[in-house]
């Protein structure tokens, strides 16, 4: 079968960004066999929810059995930094309304990590579309493997749930060599971060993504009002 040029480039891609995400879907999937529950949660879930963080979250409330009400609220405040996501990420490019569909519900950290860059700008739709669904496989795959696997896994290994914050911190490292020259951006990301953090601990995500949309905006109104150069 012949691959087209599209799907080659979006495998090299995403396959650094993939590969971290392996850990993290075996460590779920075992921890969904580990909480009772069967293993075909973990594969469905990863298909039909895929939304990372919130997905090990959900494990606690089905098995506490909690209210629709409840796990709507979860899933909002978990998943609404996809709203900030969807402002740069470049939707107008994918052409078809099915293929846009499914690249709004697969739209995620990672995605939005690897199409923010300098070098995404003059990517295809389908080169778009191929890296999204190729993630997409990586995360359901290896939440699959790991139900399958979950009763081989020892109760003493720790260190799997580090695997999350180690992928952000080098999609984060990628994306400032990406900046050139505009160091303010993450600068400013961290100090609304610490300010959350010293300021409102028990709603630090809200906090911190209020602040730093606010700095967005306040530097954006700076920058229009500053006289042209001649």
């Known amino acids: 079968m012949r691959i087209s040029p599209a799907a080659r480039?979006?495998?090299?891609?995403?396959?650094?960004?993939?590969?971290?995400?392996?850990?993290?879907?075996?460590?779920f999937g075992a921890l969904v066999v580990q909480s009772g529950l069967d293993w075909w949660w973990a594969g469905l879930s990863a298909a039909l929810i895929y939304g990372g963080s919130f997905e090990f979250l959900l494990i606690g409330l089905v098995v506490a059995v909690a209210p629709l009400a409840s796990i709507a609220l979860a899933a909002f405040l978990v998943q609404a930094r996809h709203v900030f996501y969807a402002l740069a990420f470049p939707l107008h490019r994918v052409r078809g309304r099915l293929a846009r569909m499914y690249s709004t519900f697969a739209l995620t950290d990672e995605a939005y990590a690897l199409t923010a860059g300098g070098q995404a700008r003059g990517w295809s739709s389908s080169r778009i579309l191929w890296l999204q669904f190729f993630m997409h496989l990586y995360w359901a795959g290896s939440a699959t493997a790991g139900a399958l696997l979950g009763s081989l896994v020892p109760d003493g290994v720790?260190?799997?749930?580090?695997?999350?914050?180690?992928?952000?911190?080098?999609?984060?490292?990628?994306?400032?060599?990406?900046?050139?020259?505009?160091?303010?951006?993450?600068?400013?990301?961290?100090?609304?971060?610490?300010?959350?953090?010293?300021?409102?601990?028990?709603?630090?995500?809200?906090?911190?993504?209020?602040?730093?949309?606010?700095?967005?905006?306040?530097?954006?109104?700076?920058?229009?009002?500053?006289?042209?150069?001649?």
Request: with cysteine.
């Open 9 to 27: 480039a979006a495998f090299q891609d995403c396959a650094s960004v993939g590969l971290g995400m392996v850990p993290l879907g075996l460590a």
């Open 158 to 230: 720790t260190g799997l749930d580090f695997a999350l914050t180690a992928l952000f911190a080098v999609l984060a490292l990628d994306a400032i060599r990406d900046l050139r020259g505009d160091l303010p951006t993450p600068v400013l990301a961290l100090l609304c971060a610490l300010a959350a953090r010293l300021l409102f601990p028990g709603q630090f995500l809200p906090a911190a993504f209020a602040l730093f949309t606010a700095g967005l905006l306040a530097r954006r109104l700076a920058t229009r009002r500053e006289p042209a150069h001649v």
